[in-house]
């Protein structure tokens, strides 16, 4: 079977160092290993209206932002197909056909729109689209006959979700869907990279987030402040590397290479960890090391996002192509699922025999 590839992102903000190493860092090194035939990426502004409804211009501000990001990364839109999930109209439409099967205490359980729920405090007055997101992301996967979901931790559920619609379908109509795997990052500290705050994870709803298009000084700003080990007060103090955020983004980022370039008297990580346990490593210093680290890594994708915001009409004009291209792929599949629920009236020769006009 040939790899189709989705993933997606919503437009509620600019994407964050959690996008980057949870699933964008993989999508781009997806689009290059001939393994993979096609590769959709969606930027998934019809999800983010089910609790951002009130506030469309939030919305649509961040298409051109998100779009910006994955072309600064290094995705390549002669080889990706990029998106805008509203202009996929087909993809509404299988939302409601797959809305059948599943039931309203399956969505419940869900633990991820459980969490999403308590965190938006959306209480008993939960909006009917967000809490049935789930359904529609299955139809975004399955349009495309994704097989592979380069995602992060908290969207298994999701892929969950969707593989036992993709199952029920076939089983109920017809072999016409691709059940879907999930992908998560081949470094597990990076399966849900915690905000700067020391919370679970890193989100743009949270507000603790370092962005891809930070500058260098609001870069040190968030690093500088970021939590550590609250007993580790003196450098000559043992600290603590458990639940310490620094030394968690540094085994999401840092290589053996960092230290050579930035911190020579270590040779690796282990070392640097060994000598902060023991005591005599100041928080200045290991919060100096990770600025710089992720500034390195920053400042490419910096300079190329700077020369895409001066040709913005190139961007438009990915999207729009993409849009197109993704509505043709998305209504073949579409008109498979009609097919196989016998709801094909006009195109179908049995039905057109039987019922049409005759002389
Ligand atoms: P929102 O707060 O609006 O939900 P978000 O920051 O959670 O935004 P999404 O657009 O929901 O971002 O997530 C897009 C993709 O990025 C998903 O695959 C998700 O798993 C992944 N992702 C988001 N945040 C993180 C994180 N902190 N660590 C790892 N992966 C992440
Ligand atoms: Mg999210």
Same mark, same amino acid.
């Given at each position: 079977m040939e790899n189709i590839i989705l993933t997606g992102d919503r437009p509620t903000g600019k994407l964050h160092l959690g996008h980057y190493v949870g699933s964008l860092k993989e999508r781009v090194k997806m689009q290059n290993d001939?393994?993979? =035939?096609d590769m959709y990426l969606m930027i998934a502004d019809s999800q983010a209206l089910t609790d951002n409804f009130s506030n469309p211009n939030k919305v649509r501000d961040n298409i051109i932002e998100v779009a910006l990001d994955y072309l600064s990364v290094g995705i390549d839109p002669n080889k990706v197909t990029i998106f805008i999930q509203s202009q996929v109209s087909a993809l509404t439409e299988l939302t409601f056909y797959y809305?059948?099967?599943?039931?309203v205490s399956r969505l419940k359980r869900n633990p991820t729109v459980k969490s999403e729920i308590n965190l938006r405090g959306f209480n008993n007055s939960i909006p009917a689209g967000f809490f049935t997101y789930p359904i529609s992301q299955a139809a975004d996967i399955t349009a495309f006959k994704a097989n592979i979901v380069p995602v992060g931790e908290d969207q298994l559920p999701m892929i969950e979700q969707t593989k036992e619609i993709v199952h029920t379908f076939n089983n109920i109509y017809d072999e016409v869907l691709v059940m879907p795997h999930a992908v998560l990052p081949s470094n597990k500290v990076c399966f849900r990279l915690p905000g700067t705050d020391g919370k679970n994870k890193m989100s743009k709803s949270l507000g603790n987030c370092i962005y891809l298009s930070d500058d260098s000084d609001t870069l040190k700003k968030k690093v500088m402040s970021m939590y550590t080990d609250p007993n580790h007060i003196r450098v000559d103090d043992p600290g603590k590397i458990e639940g310490n955020v620094v030394f968690t983004y540094l085994d999401a980022f840092c290589e053996d290479e960092h230290f050579e370039k930035f911190?020579?008297?270590? =040779?690796n990580l282990e070392q640097l960890k060994a000598h902060y346990q023991k005591g005599g490593v100041g928080d200045i210093k290991i919060k100096k090391f990770l600025y710089n680290i992720l500034d390195s890594i920053l400042e490419p994708i910096r300079i190329k996002r700077h020369e895409y915001e001066g040709k913005i009409g190139y961007v438009y004009e990915i999207l729009k192509k993409g849009s197109k291209k993704a509505s043709d792929t998305a209504n073949e599949t579409l008109n498979e699922v009609k097919n196989a629920m016998r709801i094909n009236y006009f195109i179908d020769k049995d039905f057109i025999n039987k019922y049409s006009y005759k002389e």
């Open positions: 001939a393994n993979y =035939k809305m059948n099967l599943v039931t911190m020579p008297e270590y =040779k």
